[in-house]
């Protein structure tokens, strides 16, 4: 069984990889993404056509994770290099899973930018 920090992190792995089926599957079948998105395959070619060149995820640092029954919390930062002249972003994000299927999913995403340098 994974932990709420492992979805959130599996997912940044499968987005760095290109993996957006893999991205699809960590989010909440009642999440707003999913919404927008019916079909895995649907999202993986948004992604690939709407993806841009000029950003590079840099990775994720885990910040909090808060458990009660079976909804979670995670707080965590990204990372990005974006640009023609790679200026480092970093988002503060905060993740609301809920456990479904024997595992934890992404169910809503709050993002803010806190640096940009």
């Known amino acids: 069984m994974n932990s709420p920090s ?6 940044g792995d499968c987005y760095k990889e290109g993996d957006y089926h893999g991205v699809y599957e960590q989010y909440s079948r009642r999440s707003e993404f999913r919404l927008f998105f019916p079909e895995a395959a649907q999202y993986a070619e ?3 056509h709407s993806q841009s060149k000029d950003a590079l995820f ?11 029954g079976n909804l979670a919390e995670v707080r965590f930062t990204e990372h990005f290099m974006e640009g ?4 480092y972003v970093r ?9 479904e299927d024997g595992g934890w999913r992404i169910l809503k995403e709050d993002r803010e930018i806190t640096a940009k340098e």
């Open 6 to 11: 492992d979805a959130v992190k599996r997912r």
């Open 46 to 48: 948004h992604a690939k």
């Open 58 to 68: 840099a990775g994720l640092e885990i910040i909090q994770e808060k458990i009660q």
């Open 84 to 87: 023609e002249n790679a200026e």
């Open 91 to 99: 988002y503060f994000t905060r993740a609301m899973l809920t456990f």
